[in-house]
């Protein structure tokens, strides 16, 4: 069992930057690849970014990519969303998830944990 508690959204002007932490419990953490998924209002939620176990490997969906880092440290059951150069479209609740796998995956049905997420609105 993994609990995911996220934390850091907010309200940021476009251009700015916010850095999303995702707090877990659970002595497996190391193993999961972890992943971050957004959902703004009235759209199907999108993959966002992922890393693997050990943190040496990331996947980011094309529209955050060079503004958004991923990052783990596992010696504290955290991760991390770091986000640059925010625009409006980035608007939507951020939700961190454990998907008990080895490789990356951007597919939401091989994760199995989910935290409630954290609402993070950016404004023109």
């Known amino acids: 069992q993994v609990q995911l508690v996220e934390s850091g959204g907010g309200l940021v002007q476009a251009g700015g930057s916010l850095r999303l932490s995702c707090a877990a419990s659970?002595?497996?953490?190391?193993?999961?690849?972890m992943g971050w998924f957004r959902q703004a209002p009235g759209k199907e939620r999108e993959f966002v970014a992922a890393?693997?176990?050990?943190?040496?490997?990331?996947f980011y969906e094309d529209s955050v990519k060079g503004r958004f880092t991923i990052s783990r440290d596992n010696a504290n059951n955290m991760v991390f969303l770091q986000m640059n150069s925010l625009k409006p479209e980035d608007t939507a609740v951020y939700c961190c998830a454990a998907a008990p796998v080895y490789y990356i995956d951007n597919d939401p049905r091989r994760y199995d944990y989910w935290g409630q997420g954290t609402q993070v609105t950016v404004s023109s």
């Open positions: 659970g002595r497996t953490f190391s193993t999961y690849v």
């Open positions: 890393i693997n176990w050990s943190g040496d490997k990331t």
